[in-house]
């Protein structure tokens, strides 16, 4: 059946066919193209669009303009291609098409805040000081994560910005992320621009300091630093778009559809690297940077079925794109629906990050081709950043809207980790989860009146209806649900014993179970609800005794609340001096 398939796709490519060639002379054509280096960039054309369903699997396509492909391929992919004897043209490599003194013009770079202009390619130890230099400048708002080592020992690096940066805080946590693809530059240096941005701005614009408040924000500029360094750690010439083991690190991630290995390689250590802190995170939105179009790419992009917030995703995508328009050169981000597209509608790809994210850490990453010139001339970096930084910060914003809050336990008031799903409306995972440690959850989605059901082990599912949302607006949901061992009768009654009733201040309670918990919570509220008093106890006299004493309140009737870790206990209070 595969050759039979191998056959008919080499009828459809257009261009004059060739007799195939022998075993030896296909195997000295490979050493020939791959004697200097281990990836080759090339084109060619197909008859079909359909083809190229089947020729994704094999090589790794950058780019489809009507039957005009053009692709990368490591020695072994490439000789998978060769079965097809279509006609193709080898191109020069992207990361050489610049002369190599301009990628590497870095007039001032070195000199003290220069480096805000961000209009040089830095070498790798410069990118590395900066990163380190960012979180010591800034270290209330800013932290330096490492999230992995590259097969050649460089550090795959992000920063974290936030507030309290150093506590986890019940707040939508978003990641930017730039050259999965190594030669793919123009997203590296923005983000070093976005990152430096956001830190000399907090405290000044008030805008940003909001976002930085209330936003947990993850920017790791350079994902394949061993790609974009393939020349050398003093250059980004000669960057190359795999990794050094010659595998393309976006076509590397387990795949809805097509499995563990989508490309038949192993986990590189990168893909390992970024799947272990893509778990140890819990992000909200995400979106990674890539270069050689202009299009916000939203998912799928392994198969043909929308995603459920299909209409979401058209919605932030013409706002991307119409905001570049309002700031950016005519011509610029127009390509295919003006600047956004459907993953597959334009072409299936398997095994990239984007859809890795989006279906199994319920994240909603995109992909944005941010230039049409992968390696930009240093001259143009600045006026890339003008064009695209109001839609970097939109982005970010959107991260807040649709409904979020946070979901607790009815007993004890802990952080519950509950699953949050919008009945008829949530597939292939789409739902989100609220934080174990924070019970915080954000759901950005169409405006829209919703039902959602909020479930988590060991407790009763509750749903909520008629959650409404509307543009650029946040819905504040919190939920509290109720423990499956919690006893049928309703956890508020009236039945602890305060004596004297009324008293002066000083009063006694009798408990009518011994609390399971170490600690536990005493509350008076006023008439309007009003916690005035509150107090953890921890040791309880016989017979399970509490002695109270609040000799300031003043005369009137109040509340007492006692949380014993199984029930809570409400009677009235009289204090009568």
């Known amino acids: ?92 490599h992207p990361g050489t098409l610049i002369p190599e003194n301009e990628v ?29 230099g960012f979180a010591a400048s800034y270290p209330g708002i800013c932290k330096l994560d490492t999230i992995g080592t590259t097969m050649q020992g460089r550090l795959i690096l992000a920063v974290k910005i936030s507030k309290n940066v150093n506590q986890e805080e019940a707040e939508p946590q978003f990641l930017y992320t730039s050259s999965i693809h190594g030669d793919e530059t123009t997203g590296y240096v923005l983000m070093l621009h976005l990152i430096d941005y956001l ?24 994902a394949n630093p061993d790609g974009t360094y393939h020349g050398g750690n003093n250059s980004v010439y000669g960057a190359v ?83 570049v ?21 334009w072409y299936e790809i398997t095994g990239g990050r984007q859809d890795y994210m989006n279906y199994w850490h319920n994240c909603r990453e995109v992909t944005v081709e ?6 930009l001339p240093v001259s143009q970096l600045l006026s890339f950043w003008n064009y695209n930084y109001r839609s970097f910060l939109n982005f970010i914003e959107e991260a807040h809207y649709g409904f979020n809050g946070i979901v607790t336990d009815t007993v004890n008031d802990q952080p519950v980790a509950a699953k949050v799903f919008i009945n008829g409306h949530d597939i292939d995972f789409s739902e989100v989860y609220s934080r174990s440690t924070t019970g915080f959850y954000a759901r950005p989605i169409f405006e829209g009146s919703y039902n959602v059901t909020f479930s988590a082990p060991g407790y009763y599912t509750k749903t909520i209806r008629n959650v409404s949302v509307s543009k650029w607006t946040t819905t504040n949901l919190d939920v509290q649900l109720r423990p499956l061992t919690y006893d049928s009768q309703d956890k508020s009654v009236s039945s602890v014993l305060v004596y004297p009733n009324p008293s002066d ?43 109270i004493a609040v000799p300031n309140l003043a005369n009137g009737l109040y509340y007492l609340k006692f949380n014993s870790g199984y029930r809570i206990y409400l009677d009235k209070l009289i204090i009568k001096k």
């Open 325 to 345: 328009h309002v700031n950016g050169p005519a011509g610029y981000f127009t390509f295919l629906n003006n600047g956004i597209t459907n993953g597959y509608a």
């Open 241 to 323: 778009r795999y990794n050094a083991n010659n595998v393309d690190l976006n076509r590397n991630f387990p795949d809805p559809k097509a499995g563990q290995h989508p490309d038949g390689n192993a986990w590189q250590v990168e893909t390992e690297a970024w799947m272990a802190y893509a778990g140890s995170n819990h992000f909200s939105m995400s979106a990674n940077f890539h270069g050689g179009s202009e299009v916000f790419n939203y998912p799928w992009d392994t198969w043909a079925k929308l995603a459920a917030d299909d209409d979401w995703w058209q919605f932030v995508g013409r706002e991307w794109a119409d905001t």
């Open 1 to 92: 059946m595969k050759n039979i398939l191998f056959c008919l796709l080499a009828l459809s490519l257009i261009g004059i066919s060739k007799p195939a060639i022998s075993q030896n002379s296909r195997s000295q054509l490979l050493d020939s193209i791959f004697s200097k280096s281990g990836e080759v960039y090339f084109t060619f054309k197909v008859a079909d669009k359909e083809d190229i369903h089947t020729l994704t699997r094999l090589i790794s396509i950058d780019h489809v303009k009507g039957k005009t492909v053009h692709a990368y391929a490591n020695k072994k992919e490439f000789s998978d291609f060769l079965r097809y004897d279509a006609v193709y043209t080898i191109l020069p």
């Open 104 to 132: 590497n013009a870095r007039q001032g770079a070195d000199r003290p805040g220069n480096r805000t202009s961000w209009n040089f390619y830095p070498t790798y130890q410069q990118y590395v000081d900066y990163m380190v």
């Open 199 to 222: 830190l000399t701005n907090y405290g000044v614009d008030p805008a940003i300091t909001t976002m930085v408040n209330t936003t947990e924000i993850c920017i790791n500029p350079l």
């Open 370 to 375: 941010i230039s049409n010139t992968k390696l």
């Open 505 to 547: 201040g000083h009063f006694k309670l009798i408990l009518p179970e011994n609390p399971i918990n170490p600690s536990c919570s005493i509350q008076i509220l006023n008439t309007l609800g009003a916690v005035i008093y509150s107090a953890e106890v921890t040791r309880f006299s016989e017979n399970s005794t509490v002695e």
